[in-house]
């Protein structure tokens, strides 16, 4: 029997990318499907797992006897000194929370080609971590971290038309799947995500 999984986010792309991850073994929901309001959480600059914890345990003590799933990302690009980290649109505090994506994009590629221009490179290695702590009536069950290595590219940014999918996948370069996460098919990324969906299961 399939259980329900409350997702700590108002992001219906999170929504759907999960309810089809989770296939068959959970229903997803978001806040607003249950009829609460998306709550406050104050995250931090630098700890991606802290900030999955903090939403996890936030919604639970809520919503009591639901399985509420927690999740942040963090990118850490070693020619940036290891950031942005978890503030991946605040650039690790370099800009306002409000920042719209043409503005984060023209600060992003601003900042990118100058360090490819120095180092004399097309790409820049990176890596794009998912943090999740799984709760249900205000504790925290298990917690997991799963990376993906990428690339940074740009020809792709300045060619996209939309950035739906938030304008990061249109740098993130997959050399496994010879393409962008921008053009991530649903089987690429449960094949990515395996081990995610492994891990929910064993403790729902």
Not at 3 to 17: E, F
Not at 118 to 137: E, F, Q
Not at 178 to 204: I, M
């Amino acid at each position: 029997m399939q259980k329900n999984i409350l997702l700590a986010t108002s992001n219906l792309t999170k929504r759907t990318q999960y309810t089809t991850l989770f296939r068959g073994i959970s229903t997803v929901y978001v806040p607003a499907d249950v009829g609460f309001v998306s709550m406050h959480v104050e995250e931090t600059l630098d700890d991606a797992a802290e900030n999955a914890r903090r939403k996890s345990l936030r919604y639970s003590e809520v919503v009591g006897d639901i399985a509420v799933l927690g999740e942040d990302t963090a990118l850490d690009v070693p020619a940036f000194n290891h950031a942005p980290g978890p503030a991946i649109r605040r650039w690790g505090g370099a800009l306002p929370e409000t920042v719209s994506d043409e503005s984060w994009l023209e600060f992003f590629v601003d900042v990118v080609s100058a360090e490819m221009h120095t180092r004399g490179v097309a790409s820049l290695p990176c890596t794009k971590s998912m943090y999740y702590c799984l709760s249900r009536n205000g504790c925290c069950i298990d917690e997991y971290m799963f990376s993906i290595p990428f690339e940074i590219r740009l020809p792709n940014v300045h060619s996209a038309q939309s950035y739906n999918r938030a304008p990061l996948s249109h740098a993130l370069f997959s050399t496994s799947l010879n393409k962008f996460e921008s053009d991530f098919t649903a089987d690429d990324t449960d094949s990515l995500l395996h081990a995610v969906r492994l891990w929910l299961e064993k403790h729902l």
